[in-house]
């Protein structure tokens, strides 16, 4: 289940490492080319939405292979485009279809006895980053050498590959509950409202997962432009987020010892540590490249506490719809951050986007205090 949700999770990254080639190709000026990665942010914080509640309603076995084709065909359209508008439409699809990690952590942590739920997380959350960054890695590292449009294919491919392991492994029981699709999301608010701790942690991690992508969207420009760097050596970088996803797994069998209440300011006191960094010192690549890891791994082990509790605060057979609340919260700020994080990095350059990612931080940080006062 972890490989097919990294697979999945990944597909909000594709644009990023091709978006400076696909721009140059397509006739669009440098400046514009973030608009695919916004877009594919967006839809898959709309996926999480209209798609993600219906975990509570329809076997994820089913759901996720559906998805995935979904996936596949939007990107395989996108390899083809001819245009960069209809780039940028088929990778909004793409990223609303590709909401399986989220369908999957809702299955698991249903699943999942109380002791080993932070662990489940932790295991599932890392290899988010570990498809993020390993994926992202591999188009940035050939999309030179076979072009973007070949590298769009092997990811629909990638994506197409995940089918038999989701007919294999994913859960084939249908959720508990019996709730009609309409009434589904017509219960969201008040789900909302029944949960002070759904509330602020999700409000906890969008802040979190903002700062992340702020920095890490911009990752592509930063190298080209500041760096000089070539787009194959960019790519590189990438591997700072690879070994924050795996630390983040490795932290699977430390996070219930800590105590989810603990790791949560010292997951965000790395995060904070990470955006100062790249604020600070981001004429410095091994700074950057540090302050990349400790931004990546912050907000993924932040995530495990956040979410894990953020979902045990509803009902077993809700936590579906309590994930798209999570979820979809975190992708809209997220979409909002990458979009001013764009405007900062056209007039401040990276060390303004450094930032914006700190404030961000710091104001998950605050907020996260705010819930563990209220939970004692």
Known sequence: MAVIAAVGVSIIYVPQPIQTLAAEEL???????????????????????????????????????????VTAAAILVAALAGSFALFTVMMFVAGA????????????????????????AAVLVGSFLIGLFGVRTLLGTFAEALGWRAVLVGAAVLVLACIPLTLRFAPGARPPGSAGYLRILASI????????TLRLLTLT??????????????????????????????????????????????????????GTRRALPLSLAALILGTGLIAVLSHGVPAVLVGLFLVSFGMSSSQVSSQANALASVDPAESG??????????????????????????SAG???????????????????????RRAE
Request: hydrophobic letters at 55%; proline letters at 4%.
């Open 350 to 372: 990276y060390a303004g986007v450094g930032m914006l990612a700190l404030l961000l931080a710091a104001g998950s940080l605050t907020v996260a205090l705010v819930a563990s």
């Open 205 to 258: 991690h969008a802040l979190a997962f903002s700062a992340f992508i702020s920095v890490w969207s911009m990752v592509t420009l930063y190298g080209v432009t500041e760096l000089g760097l070539s787009v194959t050596q960019t790519a590189a970088i990438g591997l700072a987020g690879l070994v924050g996803g795996a630390a983040t797994v490795a932290s699977a069998r430390v996070q219930p010892r800590i």
């Open 97 to 120: 279809a590709a909401t399986i990690g989220q369908i999957l952590v809702s299955a698991a942590l249903r699943l999942a006895p109380p002791s080993v739920r932070a662990r489940t």
């Open 189 to 196: 608010p008040r789900i909302v409202a029944g949960s002070p």
């Open 321 to 346: 719809r309590a994930n798209t609340v999570f979820m979809a919260t975190t992708f809209f700020a997220s979409s909002g951050a990458t979009f001013v994080a764009d405007l900062i990095m056209r």
């Open 27 to 69: 006739g669009v000026p440098l400046a514009q080319s973030s608009s695919a990665t916004v877009a594919v942010q967006a839809g898959y914080a709309i996926g999480v939405v209209f798609l993600v509640s219906l975990g509570d309603r329809l076997i994820p076995r089913r759901q996720v292979s559906v998805q995935l084709a």
